[in-house]
């Protein structure tokens, strides 16, 4: 575009250029502004005036090649989103790949609660989305932007800058709906050359520029609109209290305390049994409490697990009396991997051995089995096999040897293959393991279908190879993009309970079976944040699938202690959870007042408008970062669409480690000051 007189003065005069250029959307209902920190913001700013349109941040942040932070090896966004650049020539391990990740997502977390404060995102679904920024050089990070946007589902989504790389805004055509690069110069060389003025842009100068054109945005709205006063909040705020106290029942600790949530669950196939962390013990005693009802009760027969398949079954033959492990404890010990304390953990070692005791005398097709649904154990499972097809079929092992040695060049690391195959730096082996599958399927339907031992190892080994063909894709894909790789994880959640029913339920009568997953797994996706992202979970699909069948039930708490890591393979540590932010689920119930309680939102016609507002809710997970709490551990949800019931304990405690090493103190935090004692 050759009418663009360059250099600009400074970013605002070239927000100013590219808002002429962006004249046609003035007056476009539902329009949003999107600026890339931190130099797009001035340039969003002067775009959002001029079109009239509310701006917010998208935090974008690129990926600096080690020794070379000047070029960019991929830049990852808001959303988990992660886009990588082929390097040809180059070799970078996927450990300094991770470092370099680790540090960027810090760095974004910060910025993100910086620039918002307690703000939350504006919404994006169905909106004309224009992103700008400051200019593009090799777009990695406007590329990442655009992702991760798309997964919201915007209507029209552009791509504005002031000046950019003619290839690279070409390139970008492909990606969005409309690109306006108001300049391209050549040859471009660097952003900042088309600009008088081009400093770095400082935290204070974007907060200030953010304020600003919010306060403007409020401006116009109310010099537009008169709109209708809305009722005081303090009086919905009770009429919200007044109406949950009603609703509610309260735990006391009693026997009959969840009379009212079997009633619900009633004939249903599926108890789908939630936890807002994975280190709360109140959630897994409340768990194993409803879980002992449903099996003495109501004829439950399993117990499906967010766990690798291997552990779980080396607990499922405990709980049987099928191996040599001399207790609970060492039943579990095969989860070693991180988190361990998921499972080896006191509660969940008291259950077991409480339903070894109850299958003791009981025969095979009347026991309760233990089984895990999760699929982290790539290499475990082909190992588990081998094993099995050399001592079945030696002819058949030497087959899967020859299938399964495509992934040799991996060394056991399930990380590392997926980086390589992803970005052909090594062969997929997506063929190998498909191939394997069919087979495993095809020597399965020649056992017979009468309960026995036979039958059980080949669907422990039928498992594995179904394992070892959903791992495979889910770790080619987990370096492109958190929705794609999240939505294969709980695919494979559901095909495994699926699998399960139909082994179960083989001698004609349908299994009852509850599962024991994450809030974030069991509930469903479609009413939450989470939907809106484009990702789907264990309880949307089962409920589409099984409908009234499925019964989902969450968890929640207000303040206390849970078991959590800093980092990824990190440390279990005893950690302090902050108080539920002001106006979350979390807020909301600890101010009924009532401590512990069991909230029944199925078909509750006085409950559902109570519930229908959109409220931020809290989810912890292996990792705990409280100094990011908002960005890192809340999302927004319809709670009436979300669960079928939910179960609410004001004041927590922590998960007790069997393994606690050397951070876990029921003491409190870990110092400080620790670990240096400075």
């Keep these: 575009m050759t009418d663009v007189i360059l250099p600009f003065e400074d970013r605002h005069h070239a927000g100013r250029v590219l808002a002429e250029k962006l004249a046609h959307y003035l007056g476009r209902p539902n329009l949003l502004v999107l600026a890339l920190p931190r130099g797009g913001v001035a340039v969003g700013v002067e775009v959002a005036r001029a079109l009239q349109a509310p701006l917010d941040i998208f935090v974008v942040r690129k990926l600096g090649l080690p020794g070379h932070e000047e070029y960019a090896m991929g830049a990852i966004a808001s959303g988990g989103i992660r886009v990588m650049t082929p390097l040809p020539g180059l070799t970078i391990s996927p450990g300094e790949v991770a470092k370099v990740v680790a540090r960027e997502q810090a760095e974004l977390l910060r910025r993100e609660q910086l620039y918002r404060s307690q703000r939350p995102a504006v919404s994006i679904a169905g909106r004309t989305v224009i992103v700008v920024d400051d200019g593009l050089a090799t777009g990695a990070t406007m590329r990442a932007a655009v992702l991760a946007i798309r997964q919201q589902h915007p209507a029209h989504l552009v791509v504005a800058v002031p000046v950019g790389a003619r290839d690279t805004c070409q390139t970008l055509q492909g990606e969005a709906d409309e690109v306006v690069c108001a300049a391209t110069p050549e040859p471009f060389r660097a952003v900042g050359l088309w600009y008088k003025k081009f400093p770095q842009a400082s935290d204070d100068e974007v907060r200030t520029l953010l304020d600003q054109a919010r306060n403007r945005h409020a401006l116009l709205v109310l010099s537009k609109v008169v709109a209708p006063a809305p009722a005081p909040a303090a009086t919905a705020q009770n009429d919200l209290l007044e109406g949950l106290r009603r609703e509610l029942r309260p735990l006391t600790g009693d026997a009959n305390d969840y009379d009212a949530l079997l009633q619900l669950i009633g004939p249903a196939r599926f108890a789908l049994l939630g936890e807002a962390s994975h280190g709360t013990r109140e959630f897994y005693r409340e768990r194993i409490a409803i879980t002992r009802r449903l099996i003495e009760e109501k004829g ?15 607990v499922n033959r405990y709980v049987r009396g099928l191996s040599t492990d001399i207790d609970a404890a060492a039943a579990l010990s095969g989860f070693q991997r991180f988190p361990a304390w998921m499972w080896r953990n006191t509660e969940v070692r008291d259950f ?36 099995y097809l050399n001592r079945t079929d030696p002819e058949a092992a030497q087959r899967a040897r020859y299938r399964y040695a495509c992934f040799d060049h991996a060394a056991e690391d399930s990380q590392a293959y997926g980086y390589a195959a992803s970005f052909g730096l090594s062969p997929s082996c997506e063929d190998a393991v498909v191939q394997q599958l069919h087979e495993m399927i095809r020597s399965a339907g020649a056992i017979p279908a009468t309960p026995g031992m036979e039958r059980e190892e080949a669907f422990y080994a039928q498992q594995n190879a179904r394992l070892v063909r959903n791992a495979e894709e889910y770790y080619r894909t987990m370096f492109h993009g958190r929705v794609s790789s999240w939505n294969l994880r709980d695919s494979h959640m559901v095909e495994t309970l699926q699998a399960l029913d139909r082994h179960l339920g083989a001698g004609g009568t349908p299994p009852r079976i509850a599962v024991w997953a994450h809030n974030s797994h069991l509930g469903d996706a479609a009413a939450t944040e989470m939907g809106d992202r484009g990702e789907w979970n264990v309880g949307q699909l089962m409920r589409d699938h099984y409908g009234d069948e499925a019964i989902r039930v969450g968890f929640s708490t207000h303040h206390g202690w849970v078991t959590a890591a800093s980092g990824w393979d990190k440390p279990p540590q005893h950690k302090r959870v902050r108080e539920g932010l002001p106006g979350s689920w979390e807020d909301v119930f600890h101010q009924t007042g009532i401590g512990r309680f069991l909230l029944n939102l199925r078909d509750n016609v006085a409950l559902r408008p109570l519930v229908e507002a959109q409220r931020l809710q809290r989810a912890i997970g292996v990792i705990y970062s409280p100094e990011t709490e908002r960005q890192s551990h809340y999302f927004f949800t319809h709670l009436g669409g979300q669960f079928d019931a939910l179960i609410h304990i004001d004041e927590t405690t922590a998960l007790e480690p069997l393994d606690k090493g050397q951070l876990w103190s029921p003491a409190g935090e870990a110092p400080e000051t620790f670990p240096s004692g400075l």
């Design 300 to 314: 439950f027969m399993a117990i499906a697990v967010e766990a690798d398949w291997p552990d779980a079954w080396r």
């Design 352 to 387: 077991v051995e409480w339903l070894r005791d109850y299958n003791t005398g009981r025969g095979l097709e009347r026991q309760v089995g233990f089984y895990g649904i999760d699929l982290y154990s790539l290499f475990t499972s082909m190992q588990a096999v081998l094993d």
